[in-house]
């Protein structure tokens, strides 16, 4: 798989193990910055239950030569903290479905459910797979 990154899997596997010194201050270093000074700081100080996001950009043509081509969105910071994150359907761009992001702080999962689920009835953005010959560009 030498255009899709497998190279990131190789290299991860030849890392040392979980309990490695390295490892652990670099995980105590990812949940200091996305948990304490992230996420759990923005939830407590704008007295947040939930936030939401962009999940991701539109789609995109695969690139041989240059790669992906996000456009933006999130996600990292939840999984980088192991914290809650619901992805539903928002919409569609050039026919192409783009998603909404819920996410909270740790143990949050059944306010998200909630959130997520109450976007989903109100907004029935969700439609069934089709299969495209093509992306319906349109200006």
């Given at each position: 798989?030498?255009?899709?990154?497998?190279?990131?899997?190789?290299?991860?596997?030849?890392?040392?193990?979980?309990?490695?010194?390295?490892?652990?201050?670099?995980?105590?270093k990812?949940?200091l910055?996305?948990?304490t000074?992230g996420?759990?700081?923005?939830?407590?100080?704008?007295?947040l239950?939930?936030?939401?996001?962009?999940?991701?950009g539109?789609?995109?043509?695969?690139?041989w030569?240059?790669?992906?081509?996000?456009?933006?969105?999130?996600?990292?910071?939840?999984?980088?903290?192991?914290?809650?994150?619901?992805?539903?359907?928002?919409?569609y761009?050039?026919?192409?479905?783009?998603?909404?992001?819920?996410?909270?702080?740790?143990?949050?999962?059944?306010?998200?459910?909630?959130?997520?689920?109450?976007?989903?009835?109100?907004t029935?953005?969700?439609?069934?797979?089709?299969?495209?010959?093509?992306?319906?560009?349109?200006?």
């Amino acid at each position: 798989m030498p255009y899709f990154g497998q190279d990131l899997f190789i290299k991860a596997e030849a890392k040392g193990p979980l309990t490695d010194k390295k490892y652990l201050q670099a995980l105590a270093k990812n949940h200091l910055l996305s948990r304490t000074q992230g996420i759990d700081f923005i939830m407590r100080k704008h007295r947040l239950d939930a936030m939401i996001a962009p999940t991701g950009g539109p789609a995109w043509p695969t690139d041989w030569i240059n790669g992906d081509h996000f456009s933006g969105g999130y996600s990292s910071a939840s999984a980088v903290a192991g914290y809650p994150h619901i992805t539903v359907p928002a919409g569609y761009v050039f026919g192409l479905p783009v998603g909404i992001s819920f996410f909270g702080e740790a143990w949050s999962e059944p306010k998200l459910i909630k959130y997520a689920y109450a976007f989903e009835q109100a907004t029935k953005a969700r439609q069934p797979p089709r299969f495209l010959r093509s992306a319906e560009f349109k200006a």
